[in-house]
């Protein structure tokens, strides 16, 4: 018999409502909505409705990782597009790390006022030959190593929810992802806010840049901090950020 998902305590998916604007928050590969939660409760308090959903196969099992593939994660996110979009007139997509990937990828198709990410990488950070041939070996090494992180945050680091390693089925989903990303930046048209550390060491600040140049859009804002890790929503430079996302959405 098949055993529904328990999702993992405090990693729930959120929709807080607010009046006018909206904001889809989008968390990273292997993570959960629990990494958007202190950015959504900003922005509630600015009175913009907020909904973070939780992409398919997160936040669960990494099994259930393993049985999802990206059209299921921009499908989650299309997901809380039509729940939200009905009841906001002008509607924002952030995304953290591959959420950001999502989002770009979202924004090509759907009808958005402007797109944000947050530590996105532009490719895959490692350069490999082998993982070209991931799908093919998945079955033998079904699982990756993450490594150790780079928190600046010892507190957020500890109450941190995300899978232990990464899925190496996942990983060549991730690949795939990064293509329809690379296709999609080009065409954008949309007023974009790109963020990152220097310090992020699981995608290097020069992604940033990269980013950047490919976008297609003429309205590109970017913002460097240099006192956080990769998942900046939980750390110490959160507070400038939070500020600096509220005002690029207030002035579109």
């Given at each position: 018999?098949?055993?529904?998902p328990?999702?993992?305590?405090?990693?729930?998916?959120f929709y807080?409502?607010g009046?006018?604007?909206?904001c889809?928050?989008?968390?990273g590969?292997?993570?959960?909505?629990k990494?958007?939660?202190?950015?959504?409760?900003?922005?509630n308090?600015?009175s913009?409705?907020?909904?973070?959903?939780?992409?398919?196969g997160?936040?669960?099992e990494p099994?259930?990782?393993?049985?999802?593939?990206?059209?299921d994660w921009?499908?989650?996110?299309?997901?809380?597009?039509?729940?939200?979009?009905?009841?906001?007139?002008?509607?924002?997509?952030?995304?953290?790390?591959?959420?950001?990937?999502?989002?770009g990828v979202?924004v090509?198709?759907?009808?958005f006022?402007?797109l944000?990410t947050?530590?996105t990488?532009y490719?895959?950070?490692?350069?490999d030959w082998r993982l070209?041939f991931?799908r093919?070996?998945?079955?033998?090494?079904?699982?990756?190593?993450?490594?150790q992180?780079?928190?600046?945050?010892q507190?957020?680091e500890?109450d941190?929810?995300?899978?232990?390693?990464?899925?190496?089925?996942?990983i060549?989903?991730?690949?795939?992802?990064f293509?329809?990303?690379?296709i999609s930046?080009?065409?954008?048209?949309?007023?974009?806010?790109?963020i990152?550390?220097?310090q992020?060491k699981?995608?290097?600040?020069t992604h940033?840049?990269?980013?950047v140049?490919?976008n297609g859009s003429?309205?590109?804002?970017?913002?460097?901090?240099?006192n956080?890790?990769?998942?900046?929503?939980?750390?110490?430079?959160?507070?400038?950020?939070?500020?600096?996302i509220?005002?690029?959405?207030?002035?579109?």
């Amino acid at each position: 018999m098949y055993i529904f998902p328990r999702i993992i305590p405090t990693a729930e998916p959120f929709y807080l409502l607010g009046d006018n604007i909206g904001c889809i928050l989008v968390h990273g590969f292997t993570g959960t909505p629990k990494e958007m939660r202190w950015l959504g409760e900003f922005l509630n308090e600015k009175s913009i409705g907020v909904i973070a959903p939780r992409l398919a196969g997160h936040a669960t099992e990494p099994g259930d990782m393993q049985r999802s593939n990206w059209q299921d994660w921009v499908a989650s996110v299309e997901d809380a597009y039509h729940l939200i979009r009905p009841n906001v007139e002008k509607l924002f997509i952030i995304g953290l790390s591959m959420g950001g990937i999502l989002g770009g990828v979202a924004v090509s198709y759907l009808k958005f006022e402007g797109l944000i990410t947050i530590s996105t990488p532009y490719e895959i950070p490692q350069k490999d030959w082998r993982l070209r041939f991931l799908r093919q070996f998945a079955h033998i090494m079904p699982k990756i190593d993450k490594g150790q992180g780079d928190w600046h945050n010892q507190d957020a680091e500890k109450d941190h929810v995300d899978y232990p390693y990464q899925p190496t089925r996942s990983i060549a989903e991730l690949l795939d992802l990064f293509t329809q990303f690379q296709i999609s930046l080009p065409k954008l048209s949309l007023p974009s806010f790109h963020i990152h550390s220097t310090q992020d060491k699981s995608v290097p600040f020069t992604h940033l840049q990269k980013i950047v140049d490919h976008n297609g859009s003429t309205d590109k804002r970017t913002l460097t901090v240099h006192n956080s890790g990769h998942v900046i929503t939980r750390e110490p430079d959160r507070f400038q950020v939070f500020e600096e996302i509220y005002d690029f959405i207030s002035n579109q």
